[in-house]
Structures are given as C-alpha cells and as structure tokens.
C-alpha cells in the first residue's frame, strides 16, 4: 500500500461519507509550499510556490548544480536562514506534506534549493573547508530527505491503522492536530542519523546541527541505538491513543524497510528569490548545457564515430544524451558522475559513458568510451 493507492481507493469509494470527509483541510500552521501557488503560514521570503518535480515519483539520488563550473557557494542570507532554523529546526528548510490534507495529489516533500546550500555550506566550514563541494551538496541533500522521509513513514503507519478500520476511524489528523507531535522530530533526526553519509566525517558536523536547533528535535540521542524501537514505541502509541507506557509492540506499523522507490513520494524543489530556476546554482537531476555550448574534443569525435562503424545506432543514442542535457524538466539522471575535480563522466546507454570536463559554460567532451 502507497499513499497513491490510498488516494485512489478513498477517490473511487462508493461511500460518500468516507469519500468527502477523509481529506481534511491543511492547520492553519501548516507552513507547506502548495504547488497551487498558496502560500500558507511561510515566514521565509522570496519562495517561488511553483514547483520542479524531478522525476514522477522517484527521488534523485544525486543533485548537481546546473553548470558544474559552479566552484563557490551561491550569495543567500545565510544568516537568516540559520535564525529560522535555530527557531523551527529542520522544518526551516524542507517540509513533508501529508496526503491526508485536501488536495492529496500536493503530498511529497518540498524543498528550497536554498535549503540545501545553506546545509552545505555551513558542513563545508565545519570540516575546514576540505573536499569537493558536491560531496557537501550531496550530504545535505539525504540529511534533509532522510529527516522528511520519516515523516512519511510515520504517515503511512497511521495510515495502517486507518485501513485496518475500513477508514472509518482516523489517526493522522487528530495526532498532527492535537499538536503530540514533539517526539516525532526528534526520532526523525535520530533516523537520519542512522543512515551513511559522505565525506568521512561529516557525521560529527551533521550532530553538532542537530544539537542547535529547538527542543523538539535536539533530543535525538534519546533515540539512538536499540533505544530507536523505544521511539517508534512511543509515537505509535500515541498516534493511536494508546497509554504511552504501554509495552505492546505497535512500532510495527512503521515500516522502516520501505524505499523510496517503493513509495514512489515526489520531491518538489522550490527556487527562490536568490536561485531562481535560471540559475547555473540551481539543482537537478543533471547538469544542464545547450547544445551550441557542448564542445566535442578531435580525439572525442574519432572515438564515437569508430564506435559509430560498429553499432550505428549509437548516434541516436548520444544525441537523444545530448537533449536531455538541455532539457530544464528531464526525467532522465544520465547517470553523472564526478571522476576527479575537474572530471564528470555520464551515460549514453548501458554500454558507453562520455568522459568531459566543464569550460564556464561550456561542456568539453573528452573521451567516449563503450565496453563490448
């Protein structure tokens, strides 16, 4: 079961009652970006409401900026946003929004883009300035989807709950309502924390944030280790208006084996002011050049057209690479990868790869390689 199986069923029900009362109006407190364009309850200034859906309902794995010549931090306040995280904690840079609230097709995660440089830079400082930058972006980018994610599996639990009771009794919404929610970030951090990160060392940095942001989410070493179950324990028996003392094993309606791809969540990306989409600070699935700024080497172009002589087809192929590379809304991630500093390589199919280096904002193809 997924939320957009649950979203389908109450839809199609046949009972009326069910169908117009299961979606419930968003708390005025509900600071979420909608892709509608309403705004609700967001302090933050600047934030584009329209949104960038990476791919349908898979996340990235991996963010890159689009002119990967980008070698500084973009120009944001970042002292205001550290304010509003020292205030609210991670909910200042990212939100998830249930499919419980009307609406149910705006459910996902969203993010500022900002959200995610902030994070990266201030791991950057913390580790002395060492390393590449997308190492940074890369470990803010899963710090904030892991905290996010949580949230939906504690979302999908009530869910279970519900769905063991036809949908006639509800879970999610008197629990978010009734503002019990305090735990649940703190668990939510303590998750992400559970989980690999890159540069070695970035965990202790990753902490010490963790450690300055507000009371609700601070206590994450409450939660560490085997006492994890213990947190589990205590938000199901509180979304399900159990005594919290009780010992029966209810954590398993959480369930923590679940993947993203599974769940099929979409992530809403939000530009703002700062780092609107025409940004090269902007982030996506892959970087993004036109095709009048992707250079081909002498070596390169003898290297694909011998490749060419052997499967001719795969000059399709490296030009269908090639549109993709210029396409703001692509669903495909070519597969980027950083190879040294100043050295990416992506896929033109299952076999061949495209080693290059960026120019300001030009590509430079260097080598084109396939394994037969």
Known sequence: MTAWDVIQQIRESKDEELKGGFFEDLPPEGRVPRPDGENIGDDRPGVDLEYYQYEPYELPHIVWPKNLKVSDFPAINYGRIDGLVRKRGMHALAWYRSFHWKEPESWGIYIPVESIWYLA????????????????????????????????????????????????????????????????????????????????????????????????????????????????????????????????????????????????????????????????????????YDSINIIESDRFKKQLDKQARRNPKIKNDFQNAIRQLGDAFSKRSLHWKQIKKDLYQFRINQKCRVHCSPAGIKLVLENFMCHH
């Open 121 to 288: 830079k201030k791991f950057h400082q913390g580790m002395g300035g060492t390393s590449m930058h997308q190492e940074y972006r890369q470990a803010a980018y899963d710090l904030i989807i892991h905290h996010e994610f949580f949230h939906y599996i504690v979302d999908m639990g009530a869910t279970v709950l519900e769905s063991g009771a036809s949908f006639q009794k509800k879970f999610y919404t008197p629990y978010i309502r009734n503002r019990k929610t305090r735990d649940e970030e703190s668990v939510a951090n303590a998750w992400a924390l559970r989980k690999t990160y890159k540069p070695y060392g970035v965990v202790r940095e990753i902490r010490k944030f963790m450690q300055r942001q507000p009371e609700d989410y601070k206590h994450f070493d409450l939660f560490a280790g085997k006492k994890f179950t213990d947190g589990l324990r205590k938000l199901g028996n509180v979304i399900s208006g159990n005594e919290q003392e009780m010992s029966i094993p209810i954590e398993g309606i959480f369930n923590l084996r679940e993947t993203h791809k599974q769940s099929r969540i979409p992530v809403h990306e939000l530009a703002t002011k700062d780092i609107p989409r025409t940004s090269p600070y902007f982030l996506g699935l892959a970087p993004q």
